[in-house]
Structure formats: structure tokens, C-alpha cells
């Protein structure tokens, strides 16, 4: 039964990360939406959304490859990393479309969960001391 607990795991940490990246996203839309750039603001949520979809997704693929075969692992791996990228390639192409969005604002949203994962890593677990 480790399976089900490091699904409970990888369910928990993806759950923080999204929560804090929205919540982050979200506080820094108002900030922008306060000194009314809507399009910045607007961009942000958009690229934090997909990011979020993205990061939920890739933590699903992990336990649909494993145990597979090597050919069936390699494949089922390229259909995930296409779909994810088909996925964030969404807002990118909103963010260039569209006027009402912020195509770097976009950018950095998309980037959102890995901020946040990079900041939980260095700053946060070593300051509460977790491994």
C-alpha cells in the first residue's frame, strides 16, 4: 500500500503548490488591477490557471507510466508532454492574440507553480526544517 500513500503524498504537495500559486497570482493581479493595468493583471491569472492544469496533470501521468513496459512507459510519457504542451500553448496563443491580455504577464503566470515550488524548496522547508 506505499502506492496509495505516495499518491496521498503527491496529492497534498500538488494541492499546496496550486493553492499557493493562485493565491500569490491572484494577490499580484489585485496589486496590478489597483494601478489599473487589468491586462497584466488579467495575464497572470490566465498563465497561473494553466500552470496549475499542467502541474495537476503531470503529477496524474507519473502513476498512469509507471508500471508499464518500456515502450508503452515511452510512449504513454510523449503523449503526456504533447498534451501539456498543447495545454500551455493555450494561453500563450490568448496572450498574443488578444490586446486585453499581457503577453509577458501570460509568460509569468505560466511560470507561476514553478516559482512557487522554487520558493518552498530554498526559502520555506529550510526555514520550518523540513528535509
Known amino acids: 500500500m506505499e502506492t496509495a500513500n505516495q499518491k496521498e503524498e503527491v ?4 494541492g499546496r503548490v496550486c493553492f499557493w500559486a493562485m493565491t500569490c497570482s491572484l494577490g499580484l493581479a489585485f496589486i496590478f488591477l489597483f494601478f489599473h493595468e487589468k491586462a497584466i493583471a488579467k ?3 490566465l498563465g ?5 492544469i499542467n502541474f495537476f496533470l503531470m503529477g ?3 502513476y498512469m507510466i509507471l508500471g508499464r513496459s518500456r515502450a508503452k512507459a515511452n510512449a504513454m ?12 500553448a493555450v494561453p500563450l496563443v490568448v ?3 488578444y490586446a486585453s491580455f499581457n503577453f509577458v504577464a501570460v509568460v ?21 526544517g523540513e528535509r
Open 108 to 128: 509569468v503566470g505560466i511560470f507561476a507553480v514553478q516559482i512557487v515550488t522554487f520558493v518552498d524548496h530554498i526559502i520555506v522547508r529550510p526555514t520550518l
Open 48 to 52: 497561473a490557471c494553466f500552470s496549475s
Open 11 to 14: 496529492s497534498r504537495f500538488q
Open 60 to 62: 496524474k501521468a507519473i
Open 95 to 97: 496572450g498574443l492574440k
Open 43 to 45: 495575464g497572470i491569472v
Open 77 to 88: 510519457g510523449f503523449m503526456s508532454i504533447l498534451l501539456r504542451y498543447l495545454i500551455l
